[in-house]
């Protein structure tokens, strides 16, 4: 069954530096992967997502993951964050056998973003 | 909006009673997912539901039960319900690429 661990439960940052937030999934076959962005009392925004093809992919809002096959992680970054940033962020595994099988999703790592 | 309605955006109910969420997926969206969201558990899938039919099933208590309707709508019926069982929960709609669109929630406090 797949998993994904986002190891980090909480990180903080300063406005205009880079961020890093991992995501490291377990999964035999080649997966679908995804990362959503929840702001409080809101629902799950879809940041960006991988199915094939370059393993650098673009998302909105200035973001972009890297998917390394080697490592099994898909990694999500920004190279200058914004306090409108602040959120919670889930990295999810999902694959495709007759259909799209539900996705698995991480416990987030909340992204708190100080002056 | 994304198109994903779920009513009511909170409930508050007590112990041993039963309790209904509505979902109305994104228009051409055939499939319906209900996620629960708690602190502790974080986000985990309970059920999936393919035009019309249950296409997945995941952690979910046989108190809880769901249908597609043949509009698409979605209902996930909370019975007997127990203090644990306060949460957020989520209605999530696709198409076949993927295309996961969320719903804002709905806040169920169980006192």
């Known amino acids: 069954a797949q998993s994904v661990t986002q190891p980090d439960i909480h990180i903080t940052v300063s406005e205009g530096a880079s961020l890093e937030l991992r995501c490291n999934y377990s999964?035999?076959?080649?997966?679908?992967l995804f990362w959503y962005v929840q702001s409080p009392g809101q629902g799950l925004q879809l940041l960006l997502k991988y199915f094939s093809g370059d393993t650098l992919v673009q998302g909105i809002k200035g973001f972009e993951a890297e998917f390394k096959r080697s490592q099994s992680s898909f990694n999500l970054r920004k190279p200058s964050v914004h306090w409108s940033d602040a959120a919670e962020y889930f990295c999810?595994?999902?694959?495709?056998?007759?259909?799209?099988?539900?996705?698995?999703f991480g416990k987030g790592t909340r992204l708190s973003v100080i002056a | 909006d994304s198109g994903v309605t779920q009513t009511p955006k909170h409930l508050i109910t007590a112990t041993g009673q039963r309790v209904t969420l509505r979902c109305s997926p994104r228009?051409?969206?055939?499939?319906v997912y209900w996620y629960q969201q708690s602190l502790d558990q974080g986000l985990q899938f309970l059920i999936q539901y393919y035009n019309g039919e249950e296409r997945a099933k995941g952690n979910i208590l046989e108190r809880f039960s769901a249908q597609q309707f043949p509009d698409l709508h979605s209902e996930l019926n909370l019975s007997s319900l127990e203090l644990g069982d306060s949460a957020l929960y989520f209605c999530a709609s696709s198409v076949v690429n993927y295309g996961y669109t969320f719903g804002s929630g709905t806040r169920l406090t169980v006192v």
């Open positions: 999810a595994v999902g694959t495709y056998v007759s259909g799209n099988t539900p996705l698995v």
């Open positions: 228009s051409g969206d055939l499939s």
């Open positions: 999964y035999g076959a080649t997966p679908y």
